[in-house]
């Protein structure tokens, strides 16, 4: 049998300041009438409006669905794709975070293909005929959504954050201006930024990595490390948002043909059960989950720790793997990452709720991917150790070894 790689990303990736001026041709070349999927947050920023007025001067008309008001659920993909077919729409754009644009990719799939969106969570449907064409325009440097072909949907009756992934969930066209960035708040800015670089960071680590998406990986944490903190610290500074969202980008590519590992397997029950929106979910677990893994990855993860150190080529590998988790710790620590007690999880209905969020993080399959494979007991101790977890000291160094 021939061993191989499979790489896939977007036809289009249209990105530059002001890139948003395109929606209107690329929507153009696709259909006549576009569902556009948002927030109101993107309401009251006049963002709809503007990709209204844009359409329209290509002689695009559109449909508004506001209904993204958190992370993304089957029922906003239900009454999205209501909405869509109710009205004769045949394209879909997606116009927000990872939760308007993971609504998207269900409906464009759905749309097409029919059925139920937990119907496709591994696999067990496959969509074989096309999506509805998708174009995907990020608003937040952070999930890298627009260049993935996986989308994260909560089952809200069983409260299961369902990982889907296959081709069918890519968009046709990414469109990434770090303009539309530039009004996310210092929490939003902190929590997709951590989002973004833990996505590069597994990408490289998991052992699905491949030489491709080490490229992009190690591009995006190039990217990220020097520009996060001052994204957020001056979010008017236009070279740090840009930075940013090509480094989201990137990371989203290596991770959508890499797979994530532990740390999303995670974060996955936390937002799922804790309603924990998933860049936060990840940033609180990151620290926790490299020391865990750091013994069966060193030299990778002595890479990304080179890195941090500006390239530092004189670190050796033990030095500067441990000092990749010391750097992780002290970016969530500037970026005001809290930890889920500080979130205010109960913690009480959080031991409750251990061996479910461990059981469906090992269902997720992503915990096969890390360079150390937990199992149930270990999961858990790690979500204990994260519940009241201090960012700034060095507690956890030979806890969990």
């Not at 308007?100 to 269900?106: F, G, L, S, W």
């Not at 990595?209 to 020097?226: N, Q, S, Y």
């Not at 948002?241 to 996955?268: D, I, K, P, Q």
Request: aromatic share 6%; glycine share 6%; hydrophobic share 45%.
């Amino acid at each position: 049998m021939i061993n191989y790689e499979v790489f896939r990303t977007p036809q289009v990736i249209v990105y530059a300041k002001g890139a948003f001026e395109r929606v209107g041709v690329e929507t153009a070349l696709r259909g006549k009438k576009a569902l556009i999927v948002s927030d109101s947050i993107m309401q009251s920023l006049g963002n709809i409006d503007k990709c209204v007025e844009i359409l329209s001067q290509e002689n695009v008309q559109s449909e508004v669905y506001t209904g993204v008001v958190s992370e993304p659920t089957d029922r906003y993909v239900a009454e999205a794709l209501a909405l869509f077919t109710g009205s004769g729409c045949d394209t879909i754009i997606s116009l927000g975070g990872g939760s308007c644009i993971d609504t998207a990719k269900a409906v464009a799939v759905l749309a097409s293909n029919g059925g139920y969106i937990s119907d496709y969570m591994g696999a067990k449907k496959l969509a074989a005929t096309s999506p509805i064409p998708h174009i995907a325009i990020p608003t937040t440097a952070g999930t890298g959504s627009e260049a993935t072909d996986v989308t994260i949907i909560t089952n809200v009756a069983d409260d299961v954050k369902m990982m889907i992934k296959q081709p069918a969930f890519m968009p046709a066209v990414a469109i990434v201006d770090p303009v539309l960035s530039m009004s996310s708040p210092k929490k939003v800015t902190a929590a997709t930024g951590v989002d973004a670089l833990s996505h590069a960071v597994e990408a490289y680590l998991s052992k699905k990595a491949h030489p491709m998406t080490d490229v992009l990986a190690l591009a995006a944490i190039r990217l990220i490390v020097p520009n996060l903190r001052q994204a957020f610290d001056n979010p008017e500074d236009v070279a740090a948002r840009e930075a940013m969202s090509t480094g989201s980008m990137y990371a989203g590519m290596a991770f959508s043909n890499a797979s994530v590992c532990l740390v999303h397997g995670m974060s996955r029950p936390i937002g799922a059960l804790f309603h924990v929106p998933h860049g936060i979910s990840n940033a609180m677990l990151l620290p926790a989950v490299l020391e865990f893994s750091k013994e069966s990855c060193l030299e990778r993860l002595a890479d990304i720790g080179r890195l941090f150190a500006g390239n530092e080529e004189t670190l050796l590998m033990q030095e500067a793997a441990e000092f990749a988790v010391e750097q992780v710790k002290k970016l969530c620590l500037d970026l005001e990452i809290p930890n889920l007690e500080s979130w205010g999880i109960d913690q009480t209905e959080f031991e409750k709720a251990l061996p479910k969020m461990a059981a469906d993080a090992l269902i997720s399959g992503s915990p096969n991917n890390n360079p150390r494979v937990p199992d149930q007991q270990e999961i858990e101790a790690l979500y204990r150790l994260c519940y009241n977890y201090q960012f700034a000291s060095d507690e956890m160094s030979g806890k969990l070894s």
